[in-house]
């Protein structure tokens, strides 16, 4: 079946610009993370759903980040007033029902100029 | 919070050697996963391994959770284990936590 993509795959833009970054889990699965990987570094954690809920976002690094997940199935991180330090590849992962295998979409590549 | 560190951070071998790959952590686990990101990016789980020990084909890994550290083993490397090998752990919440990775290049 499909796996876990990303939309867009790369982001070009401007610091101060508002970006939004899409993911679609696999289908069914209920739990959704968010993770941040810079180059030559392992993904960092930013936020976890479980269902509609953020059930921690204790890794998002300040409130230009957000994240939501209306429907319990499609997740969108949006990144406020961008800085040249957001640039990194952003993952989405997701898995059946969280604490257990998870699944990587291919990550948005994001650079703020 | 917990740490994860990796050992070795590089490893250079000749296709058809044998490598262990090391995985310390700082504190009790309730999740071990290994995961091997190719030279584009994407990351592909391997093991899901919070205890004792599992084999698929080449690669075996095993986890002693009460002496904190995991091992992966890649038997008969082929070019294209080439990649970072990452262990992610957490401590019974949803953060994951990975590792730094190790950056294995086989040659041909």
């Known amino acids: 079946g499909a796996g876990v993509s990303q939309t867009p795959s790369n982001k070009v833009t401007e610091k101060g610009k508002y970006v939004e970054l899409r993911c679609d889990p696999i289908?069914?699965?209920?739990?959704l993370y968010w993770y941040r990987q810079s180059l030559g570094q392992g993904p960092e954690f930013l936020i976890y759903?479980?269902?509609?809920?953020?059930?921690?976002d204790s890794g998002l690094p300040n409130d230009r980040f957000f994240a939501v997940r209306p429907e319990g199935s499609v997740s969108t991180l949006k990144i406020q007033r961008t800085e040249r330090g957001d640039s990194a590849v952003y993952l989405c992962a997701s898995s059946p029902l969280g604490q257990e295998t998870q699944y990587f979409g291919p990550g948005t590549r994001l650079l703020v100029l | 919070g917990i740490q994860v560190e990796q050992s070795p951070p590089d490893l250079i071998l000749q296709e058809g050697a044998n490598s262990t790959l090391r995985c310390n952590f700082s504190d009790s686990v309730n999740n071990l996963q290994w995961f091997h990101q190719n030279p584009w990016g994407q990351l592909i789980n391997l093991f899901y391994i919070p205890s004792g020990t599992k084999q698929n084909g080449r690669l075996s890994a095993t986890t002693v959770a009460t002496e904190r550290y995991s091992l992966l083993y890649i038997s008969s490397s082929q070019t294209t284990d080439s990649g970072v090998y990452f262990c992610?752990?957490?401590?019974?919440?949803?953060?994951?936590?990975f590792g730094a990775g190790t950056r294995l290049f086989v040659k041909a």
């Open positions: 289908s069914g699965h209920t739990a």
């Open positions: 992610a752990v957490d401590t019974g919440g949803f953060k994951t936590i």
């Open positions: 759903f479980q269902g509609t809920g953020a059930a921690d």
